[in-house]
C-alpha cells in the first residue's frame, strides 16, 4: 500500500476508532457486554485493569474499547489497535489490555508479550511526518540509548497533547525488521492514577524501507559532494599557489632587467597592505592586492635596459618609452579572469595616474583611478624614494613622507595620503625588516 494511502486511511480509522461511543446506537448485547467483563476474559486478555481493583468508569472504558477494537479487528482493514496503559504514580511502564490479533500475528507473539517487544526490540524511533506534496517522508531518527527517556516524553506528551503519533523500527526474534506507525490517543483517569493510549498500528515497513534507502543514497551523494568539494578547495588552493609563484617569478624577471631588487616588490607589497588595511579592505581583497601589486612595473620587461639602467636624466624620446610599460604590463597580464590578474593588470595600468589628471597613460583622475592603482602608485613612490638606485641614494623616511604629503591632492589621493602618514611607525616597521646595510633607518 503507498504511504500516502495508507497514513489516509490510518488517519480515518483512529477518528473513528476515537469517536465517543454513543450508547444509543449501539445494540443491547453490547451494553450488557460492558458491565459484565466475562466476554473479555473468552479471549486472550493479558490486561490488569478489568481484573484489578479500578474504578467503575474506568473499567467501562477499557472494555468498550476492547469490544470496539475487537470488531475492527475483524474486519479487512489493515489497522492494527491495541490498548496501552500505565500508572502514572509508578515507573510508568506500560502494559497492554488489548493487542489486535493481526498485531500478534505480525510479532509472532503472545498478547502478554507485546509490550516486551515494544520495550526491548524497537531500535529506532523517529516522527513521521507524510508530506503528500512531494511525495516524501521526513523522519527524525533516535538512537538507541536515547529511546528511553523518548518513551516516557512521548507518554508525558501524550497526556498533555492527548495524542501520540510516532514510528517505530522493531528488530523481531528471527531478525525481520518491521515498521510500525503510531496514532493514538491518550485519556488520563486521575481516580484511577492510570492512562490509557487507545491507538492503531500501521505496518509501514514498505515505506519506509524506500524511505531509508532513499536517505542512504542521500548520504552517499553527500559524501561524494564533499569529498568533490574537498578536492575543488585542494585544486583551488594548488592553482592560487602556482598563480603566486608565477607572478613573483615574472616579476622578479622584469626587475632584473629594471636593475631593481626583489626587495623592492616585497617592501611595496607591505606598504601597501597597511593602507589597504586602513582604508579598511576585507583580508582577501587585501590578499589580493598585496599580492598583485608586485606585478606593477612587469611592464618594463619590453623597455630597453639601456633606458631603464641609464644613470643620468632620461630625454623626453626616453621617458615616453618608459610610459609605456604601464600599458605593455596590462596587456602581458590581460585575457585572465582570476581575480588576482584582473587586479594585477589594473595596477600595472593605473599606477602611474595621478590624483589630478596630469598621470599616464590615460590621464585618469580622482576616483577615475582604481583604488588599487592609487594605493600602489603612494607606496611606489615611496619606496622608490627610500631605495638606493644607480643614480640616487635613499631619503630618509621622514623627508620621503614629506615628498608623499607633498603630492597630496595633486599626484595622489589626499585621503590615502593622510592614512598613509598616520601610519608611519608601521611604515618604519617594513623599512627596518627590508634594511639594506648601506640605506639609511629611520627618520
Ligand atoms: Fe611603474
Ligand atoms: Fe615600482
Given at each position: 500500500m503507498d504511504a500516502n494511502i495508507a497514513i489516509l486511511y490510518l488517519k480515518s480509522l483512529y477518528q473513528r476508532l476515537m469517536a465517543p461511543i454513543k450508547y444509543g446506537v449501539m445494540h443491547m448485547r453490547q451494553i450488557t457486554k460492558l458491565h459484565d467483563f466475562n466476554w473479555v476474559f473468552d479471549q486472550d486478555y493479558c490486561g490488569r485493569i478489568l481484573k484489578g481493583d479500578f474504578s467503575d468508569k474506568l473499567k467501562r472504558r477499557v472494555a468498550e474499547c476492547i469490544l470496539l477494537f475487537r470488531n475492527f479487528n475483524?474486519?479487512?482493514?489493515?489497522?492494527?489497535?491495541?490498548?496501552?496503559?500505565?500508572?502514572?504514580?509508578?515507573?510508568?511502564?506500560?502494559?497492554?489490555?488489548?493487542?489486535?490479533?493481526?498485531?500478534?500475528?505480525?510479532?509472532?507473539?503472545?498478547?502478554?508479550?507485546?509490550?516486551?517487544?515494544?520495550?526491548?526490540?524497537?531500535?529506532?524511533?523517529?516522527?513521521?511526518?507524510?508530506?503528500?506534496n512531494n511525495d516524501t517522508v521526513s523522519q527524525k531518527m533516535l538512537c538507541r540509548t536515547a529511546l528511553t527517556g523518548m518513551r516516557k516524553k512521548l507518554r508525558d506528551d501524550g497526556k498533555?497533547?492527548?495524542?501520540?503519533?510516532?514510528?517505530?523500527?522493531?528488530?523481531?526474534?528471527?531478525?525481520?525488521?518491521?515498521?510500525?506507525?503510531?496514532?493514538?490517543?491518550?485519556?488520563?483517569?486521575?481516580?484511577?492514577?492510570?492512562?490509557?493510549?487507545?491507538?492503531?498500528?500501521?505496518?509501514?515497513t514498505?515505506?519506509?524501507?524506500?524511505?531509508?534507502?532513499?536517505?542512504?543514497?542521500?548520504?552517499?551523494?553527500?559524501?561524494?559532494?564533499?569529498?568533490?568539494?574537498?578536492?575543488?578547495?585542494?585544486?583551488?588552493?594548488?592553482?592560487?599557489?602556482?598563480?603566486?609563484?608565477?607572478?613573483?617569478?615574472?616579476?622578479?624577471?622584469?626587475?632584473?632587467?629594471?636593475?631593481?631588487?626583489?626587495?623592492?616588490?616585497?617592501?611595496?607589497?607591505?606598504?601597501?597592505?597597511i593602507l589597504s588595511e586602513a582604508v579598511g579592505l576585507n583580508n582577501e581583497e587585501r590578499e589580493l592586492l598585496f599580492h598583485a601589486t608586485s606585478m606593477h612595473d612587469v611592464g618594463k620587461i619590453a623597455i630597453a635596459e639601456a633606458i631603464l639602467q641609464k644613470p643620468g636624466k632620461l630625454d623626453e624620446h626616453e621617458f615616453e618609452l618608459i610610459k609605456t610599460h604601464s600599458v605593455i604590463g596590462a596587456k602581458l597580464l590581460s585575457g585572465n579572469d582570476s581575480p588576482l590578474l584582473e587586479m594585477a593588470q589594473s595596477i600595472a595600468l593605473n599606477h602611474h595616474e595621478r590624483w589630478d589628471?596630469?598621470?599616464?597613460?590615460?590621464?585618469?583622475?580622482?576616483?577615475?583611478?582604481?583604488?588599487?592603482?592609487?594605493?600602489?602608485?603612494?607606496?611606489?613612490?615611496?619606496?622608490?624614494?627610500?631605495?638606493?638606485?644607480?643614480?640616487?641614494?635613499?631619503?630618509?623616511?621622514?623627508?620621503?613622507?614629506s615628498e608623499v604629503k607633498k603630492g597630496r591632492g595633486t599626484k595622489f589621493d589626499p585621503e590615502l595620503v593622510d592614512l598613509f602618514l598616520s601610519r608611519k611607525s608601521h611604515i618604519a616597521d617594513i623599512k627596518r625588516r627590508f634594511q639594506v646595510d648601506h640605506e639609511q633607518g629611520c627618520a
Open positions: 475483524a474486519t479487512a482493514n489493515p489497522s492494527l489497535p491495541y490498548i496501552s496503559a500505565w500508572h502514572e504514580d509508578s515507573d510508568k511502564s506500560i502494559w497492554y489490555e488489548f493487542a489486535a490479533s493481526k498485531l500478534l500475528d505480525l510479532l509472532k507473539c503472545q498478547s502478554c508479550e507485546v509490550s516486551e517487544i515494544f520495550r526491548d526490540s524497537i531500535i529506532k524511533w523517529c516522527s513521521y511526518d507524510y508530506e503528500a498533555l497533547s492527548g495524542n501520540v503519533e510516532a514510528v517505530y523500527k522493531i528488530a523481531l526474534q528471527d531478525n525481520k525488521i518491521i515498521w510500525l506507525k503510531d496514532m493514538a490517543s491518550v485519556e488520563s483517569f486521575q481516580d484511577d492514577r492510570i492512562c490509557l493510549s487507545l491507538g492503531a498500528l500501521m505496518d509501514v514498505k515505506e519506509m524501507e524506500k524511505e531509508e534507502q532513499r536517505q542512504a543514497e542521500e548520504e552517499e551523494l553527500r559524501g561524494k559532494h564533499a569529498a568533490l568539494e574537498k578536492e575543488l578547495e585542494k585544486q583551488s588552493k594548488k592553482l592560487w599557489k602556482t598563480q603566486i609563484e608565477m607572478i613573483y617569478r615574472l616579476a622578479q624577471a622584469a626587475g632584473y632587467h629594471d636593475n631593481s631588487t626583489g626587495l623592492h616588490i616585497t617592501k611595496m607589497s607591505h606598504y601597501c597592505d589628471g596630469a598621470g599616464y597613460p590615460n590621464g585618469l583622475c580622482g576616483d577615475e583611478i582604481p583604488l588599487s592603482g592609487r594605493i600602489a602608485a603612494i607606496c611606489d613612490v615611496f619606496d622608490a624614494l627610500t631605495s638606493e638606485r644607480p643614480y640616487k641614494k635613499a631619503w630618509r623616511i621622514n623627508d620621503a613622507l
